[in-house]
């Protein structure tokens, strides 16, 4: 009998924490310290997700040496988790904010809708990523994707947030990402600006932007666009009568056999971010990197040695899953009322490790008693005759 994927599992003993293969990088200023996890919570997607060093199934190969802080590697279509170092440690995450933005208003905005770009749009650091708005230009919603993904656009961010928050503008779209958020059991994720700009209290893990990941990777639009090699800017005349040329920043897609897609990302508090897919022999994976710096390689360069770690892994190998929206919509329910010493509450089982004896001896207790008071009542009807 097949059981139910597990959607938590308790940490009261949480896994001994096994260092990850880590070079280290003591030249890099200090990174925001990441919050520290509730030692006593459960643990999304697995009791094994919780160290904060490495997860690996027992007799696998040891993972590449990186310079990520935290990384996973999972399994697009199965959800199992094949491995990970710290999943669920909070950091900022830089541009790859941006996958949840698309999780959120690609299916809101029509993609033939044209947007005029406002200043509100291009007020923006001055190292800030743009694309090359225009205050007061005209771009279709679908082109702005292409400078979101492309280009990792801030400008662009701003311009569709905006537009996918109605009356409610920017503020209401990131609202709407952490709602999103929720939604995919990316507990740990919390959205200040659509666009990644490092903010107090933003933060996400390896483990939710591979949640939020495979929500894109799932969407046809999302593929189109992030896969797009190269594209022509509109022209914007008079102040850009030709338009440019833009180019995808994510070298995974002409570097590495068998990439779906992706997205790089890069602040002085989050470091180097990056999320990419990539399909091998009928298995799609997905690879999520934090907190890493440009040795040994830049951050889209150490995903494939992860993709080549897992790729060679077995079928099946597995330290935990990534949770879907209806195990996360479990997760979020508050617990059934109690309705005396006869109520019986069942736990989704841990993956592999189902046993039915709790269920069974607590519905057996709850048989017992029926059956016990069955027995009173005839007696005492036999002695009031």
Not at 117 to 123: I, K, N, P, Y
Not at 178 to 198: F, I, K, Q, Y
Not at 244 to 258: C, D, R
Not at 337 to 343: D, H, V
């Amino acid at each position: 009998m097949a059981w139910p994927a597990p959607v938590v599992s308790p940490s009261t003993s949480p896994p001994a924490a096994v260092p990850c293969p880590y070079v280290s990088i003591p030249t890099i200023p200090p990174t925001p310290p990441s919050p520290e996890r509730d030692p006593g919570a459960a643990v999304v997607g697995g009791g094994r997700l919780g160290t904060t060093g490495l997860a690996v199934a027992p007799g696998t190969a040891a993972p590449p040496t990186l310079s990520a802080m935290s990384w996973i590697v999972a399994d697009l279509d199965t959800g199992e988790v094949l491995g990970a170092c710290a999943p669920h440690l909070r950091r900022r995450p830089a541009s790859v904010q941006k996958l949840l933005l698309a999780a959120t208003a690609l299916p809101k905005l029509d993609p033939a809708l044209v947007v005029e770009a406002t200043a509100e749009d291009l007020a923006l650091p001055a190292d800030s990523s743009a694309v090359g708005m225009i205050v007061g230009g005209k771009y279709p919603v679908s082109t702005l994707w292409l400078g979101l993904l492309l280009q990792s656009g801030n400008d662009t961010a701003n311009a569709l947030a905006r537009v996918a928050g109605g009356d409610g503008g920017v503020a209401a779209t990131v609202a709407a990402m952490n709602a999103e958020a929720r939604r995919l059991g990316a507990d740990d994720t919390h959205a200040v600006t659509p666009s990644g700009l490092d903010a107090p209290d933003q933060l996400t893990s390896a483990y939710d932007l591979a949640l939020i990941a495979r929500a894109d990777f799932a969407r046809p639009d999302f593929l189109a666009y992030d896969t797009t090699l190269v594209f022509q800017w509109p022209a914007q005349p008079p102040k850009d009568p030709k338009g440019f040329q833009i180019q995808n920043e994510n070298k995974l897609l002409t570097s590495y056999q068998g990439a779906i897609g992706g997205k790089t990302g890069f602040t002085d508090e989050a470091r180097h971010t990056y999320v990419g897919g990539a399909q091998r022999n009928g298995r799609r994976l997905v690879v999520t990197i934090m907190g890493a710096e440009i040795v040994p390689a830049r951050a889209w360069k150490q995903s494939t040695m992860l993709f080549d770690w897992g790729f060679a892994l077995p079928a099946g190998t597995s330290v935990g899953h990534l949770v879907t929206p209806e195990e996360a919509a479990v997760l979020h329910s508050p617990p059934p009322p109690s309705t005396g010493p006869s109520a019986v509450a069942v736990a989704l089982p841990a993956r592999g490790g189902y046993s039915i004896w709790p269920t069974v001896i607590a519905v057996g207790a709850v048989a017992l008693t029926a059956i016990v008071f069955g027995a009173v009542m005839v007696i005492r009807r036999r002695r009031a005759a």
